[in-house]
């Protein structure tokens, strides 16, 4: 089954832990991104990756790493969480740069920092 | 700066009782827009792309138009496994092309 795979799906967590949010697809994607949701302001990108070792920030980067040194694995990393990004957190991924917008989204990570 | 604008937020229907979503737009270069289906505590599914005025595209009771301001995603005779948020997003030239600008959805009730 097509699918991309997030983990952990929740996670409760203080100021200053670095924690990661891995992010898995098996459909042989090209394209993988990270998007944050938020009540009112809709899905933001955080960043994307065109390819392996590939990245580029998108439009709220602050808080966060990425690395692509596999091409089915996509992991957001905080290195020292901060309240304002407890949030509810999806990786999408697409064939390829020019489907960027038919994306294929995991089930999400809801994130609480406390 | 790309913008897009969904309305209303919230809708009621009774099933049966067809209606339309608005999702209106400014892009720089419109290389896409597209609409999504989240249900609540999931991601978002892809559902539509439309790339020009006039372009229709249809799937089971939805169906989305494209004009040079806006899109509208209709949907005939609604049912309430229907209900759901409805986003709309578009892709233009801003970020190299790969930047998606969503709206924050407009959240579909359907009710027997």
């Known amino acids: 089954e097509a699918q991309v795979t997030q983990n952990p799906r929740y996670l409760i967590t203080v100021t200053g832990k670095k924690l990661t949010v891995t992010c898995s697809q098996n459909?042989?994607?090209?394209?993988m991104s990270w998007y944050r949701q938020d009540p009112g302001l809709g899905l933001r990108q955080i960043y994307y990756?065109?390819?392996?070792?590939?990245?580029d920030k998108g439009d709220v980067p602050e808080g966060y790493k990425v690395s692509r040194k596999e091409k089915r694995n996509f992991p957001l990393i905080l290195e020292s969480p901060s309240p304002n990004q407890t949030s509810l957190y999806f990786c999408?991924?697409?064939?390829?740069?020019?489907?960027?917008?038919?994306?294929?989204f995991g089930e999400g990570s809801r994130l609480t920092v406390l | 700066e790309d913008q897009v604008t969904q309305s209303p937020e919230a809708l009621r229907l009774q099933e049966g009782e067809s209606s339309s979503l608005n999702c209106s737009y400014t892009?720089?270069?419109?290389?896409?827009l597209f609409w999504y289906r989240q249900d609540p505590g999931k991601g978002p599914e892809f559902l539509f792309t439309l790339y020009s005025a006039g372009e229709e595209k249809e799937k089971e009771r939805l169906k989305a138009t494209l004009t040079k301001k806006e899109s509208f995603l209709h949907i005939t005779a609604p049912k309430p496994e229907d209900s759901a948020t409805y986003l709309c997003a578009v892709r233009g030239l801003t970020g190299g092309g790969n930047k998606l600008t969503f709206g924050t959805g407009t959240q579909l009730k359907v009710e027997l």
């Open positions: 999408a991924s697409s064939l390829s740069f020019s489907n960027t917008g038919e994306l294929f």
């Open positions: 892009v720089s270069g419109l290389r896409g």
């Open positions: 459909m042989n994607h090209e394209y």
């Open positions: 990756s065109m390819n392996v070792e590939v990245t």
